[in-house]
């Protein structure tokens, strides 16, 4: 390399210190409202993303509430479970309802406003939306009918629980209902299966109630025994199996908490 091209060479080698320095001190107004602008528009971007995931899921809720109200089928006797009492399992719960006899009690349950059991969810769970099919009666005499609604999610849910399963303010519910009576009309069973959708698992299991109804004459009413199982139609994954207990538990648990309720309503319906 000669001087000369040496010598022409040195303003350039002079000059990119300083060009470092320039780069690397205080940013340029222009560069610093580029950044400014690239800074706004990321958070309105995310800003939107996020409303728009919360209006898909508001909306994702309103249709899936609004299709089961009008797609979910009516229940025969076709489907009707064996209607009889567990004959190996103590009660869950042992009742006496005051003034009513088996006569008013098939009035009351085949109401057409949906009857004492909607009246039931409503208060005792603050179900809503209620959409109830009509009663049918099968030559077999079996009666059979159904419901939807929407229901809150507990607010009692195990922190442990909610770490494995996300919960939505609410979930659709469904119950289905059929009963006889005997034929000297001294005894009436019913069986109830509820269901939910829209939570993890929730197709999985249903909860089956039993009630039988006798009239108690000495006492002027009927003395109600019902029963409660979860039954499962498909296991959990060994490493969530403590939910079934979880499960199992509160659902005993509450019908024995809110059974009483269920009898009163009985019980004003008697009087009206």
């Not at 999985?204 to 109804?213: A, S």
């Not at 000495?218 to 959990?236: C, D, F, H, I, Q």
Request: glycine share 6%; proline share 6%.
């Amino acid at each position: 390399l000669s001087p000369a091209r040496a010598a022409g060479r040195l303003p350039e080698q002079a000059a990119s210190p300083a060009s470092r320095a320039s780069s690397q001190g205080t940013p340029s107004p222009v560069h610093r409202e580029r950044t400014a602008r690239r800074a706004s528009f990321a958070r309105r971007r995310t800003s939107t993303i996020e409303g728009m995931r919360h209006m898909m899921q508001s909306f994702t809720r309103a249709l899936s509430n609004t299709l089961s109200h009008f797609t979910h089928p009516r229940h025969g006797s076709g489907d009707a479970p064996l209607l009889v009492v567990p004959s190996v399992k103590a009660p869950l719960v042992v009742e006496f309802v005051r003034g009513l006899s088996i006569e008013q009690l098939q009035a009351v349950v085949r109401a057409q406003d949906g009857g004492c059991f909607m009246r039931f969810l409503s208060r005792a769970m603050r179900c809503r939306d209620f959409a109830v099919t009509a009663w049918t009666v099968a030559a077999s005499g079996v009666h059979a009918g159904s419901m939807t609604y929407t229901m809150p999610a507990p607010k009692d849910i195990p922190d442990a629980v909610r770490r494995i399963i996300s919960v939505p303010e609410t979930v659709v519910g469904t119950s289905k209902s059929w009963f006889t009576v005997s034929q000297d009309g001294e005894e009436l069973i019913l069986v109830q299966r509820g269901s939910s959708e829209g939570v993890l698992y929730s197709d999985r299991f249903h909860i089956e109630y039993v009630y039988e109804f006798k009239p108690d004459r000495e006492r002027g009413g009927l003395a109600v025994r019902a029963w409660v199982e979860t039954v499962w139609s498909k296991p959990l994954p060994w490493t969530h199996s403590f939910l079934t207990r979880t499960l199992e538990r509160k659902v005993k648990s509450e019908t024995t908490a809110k059974f009483k309720m269920l009898v009163r309503l009985l019980e004003e319906a008697a009087t009206n």
